[in-house]
């Protein structure tokens, strides 16, 4: 069984701070990996995704991949009361199957 | 606005009706999903679509049935559904199956009584 686990939280960070979140994944041959952000009421968005070892930037939002440890991370600098959100992390299943596998996901929470 | 839109955004129905779930995407894009999102539970993966194939059912109770005439449309019909199927359900396409950045839409958010 295929699976992505993440620490629910939540996640308090006060604003301006460095939040940082964690997913691990079961599957080694897992090639690619999405950060998806989900307001309240709202569908998820994508707002990162990373294929390679080491770090990708985005603005604010850095993902780290570490394959031999089977760890993504999420980093957000200078957390607004905005980012306040859960992040759910997805795995696919298997390549060429459209199949993704979700984290439950951490809901974050940035006091200003 | 991702390019996918559903409609009904919010929808009520008792056990011995019929209703269908729309999803149309704007993109371009080859692939489409069904996905329900239940209270404290992770996303899960209904169906998907590819080039109107159902490439994926993943063990979805037949009171579930989806339909895809095109690339651009998804439907989900639901009949004699069960009170435990209230949740967000939401559509989903991306470039094709291997591309896997999907992009969703709003959701429907079905209530069953």
Same mark, same amino acid.
């Given at each position: 069984?295929?699976?992505?686990?993440?620490?629910?939280?939540?996640?308090s960070?006060?604003?301006?701070?460095?939040?940082s979140?964690?997913?691990?994944?079961?599957?080694?041959?897992?090639?690619?990996?999405?950060?998806?952000?989900?307001?309240?009421?709202k569908?998820?968005?994508?707002?990162?995704?990373?294929?390679?070892?080491?770090?990708?930037e985005?603005?604010?939002?850095?993902?780290?991949?570490?394959?031999?440890?089977?760890y993504?991370?999420?980093?957000?600098?200078?957390?607004?009361?905005s980012?306040?959100?859960?992040?759910?992390?997805a795995?696919p299943?298997?390549?060429?199957?459209?199949?993704l596998?979700?984290?439950?996901?951490?809901?974050?929470?940035?006091?200003? | 606005?991702?390019g996918v839109? @559903?409609?009904p955004? *919010?929808?009520? =129905?008792?056990?011995t009706?019929?209703?269908?779930? %729309?999803c149309? @995407?704007?993109?371009? *894009?080859?692939? =489409?999903?069904w996905?329900k999102?239940?209270a404290? %539970?992770?996303l899960?993966?209904?169906?998907v679509?590819?080039?109107?194939?159902q490439?994926?059912?993943?063990?979805?109770?037949?009171?579930?049935?989806?339909e895809?005439?095109n690339s651009?449309h998804l439907?989900?019909?639901?009949?004699?559904?069960?009170?435990e199927?209230s949740?967000?359900?939401?559509?989903?396409?991306?470039q094709?199956?291997?591309?896997?950045?999907?992009?969703?839409?709003?959701g429907?958010?079905?209530?069953?009584?």
């Amino acid at each position: 069984q295929k699976e992505v686990e993440q620490n629910s939280g939540p996640l308090s960070v006060p604003e301006g701070a460095i939040a940082s979140l964690n997913c691990t994944y079961s599957d080694r041959g897992s090639q690619s990996f999405f950060w998806y952000r989900q307001y309240s009421g709202k569908s998820p968005e994508l707002i990162m995704f990373i294929y390679s070892n080491g770090d990708k930037e985005d603005g604010r939002f850095t993902a780290q991949l570490n394959k031999a440890s089977q760890y993504v991370s999420l980093l957000i600098r200078d957390s607004q009361p905005s980012d306040s959100a859960t992040y759910l992390c997805a795995v696919p299943f298997s390549s060429n199957t459209g199949k993704l596998i979700f984290g439950q996901g951490t809901t974050l929470q940035v006091k200003p | 606005e991702t390019g996918v839109t @559903q409609t009904p955004r *919010h929808l009520v =129905m008792g056990m011995t009706n019929k209703k269908s779930l %729309k999803c149309e @995407q704007h993109l371009g *894009h080859n692939a =489409m999903y069904w996905y329900k999102q239940s209270a404290k %539970k992770p996303l899960e993966l209904m169906f998907v679509y590819n080039f109107k194939e159902q490439t994926e059912n993943n063990s979805v109770p037949s009171r579930f049935s989806p339909e895809c005439p095109n690339s651009s449309h998804l439907f989900l019909h639901l009949h004699t559904l069960q009170p435990e199927d209230s949740a967000l359900y939401l559509c989903a396409s991306s470039q094709d199956r291997g591309g896997n950045e999907q992009y969703f839409g709003p959701g429907t958010r079905l209530t069953v009584t």
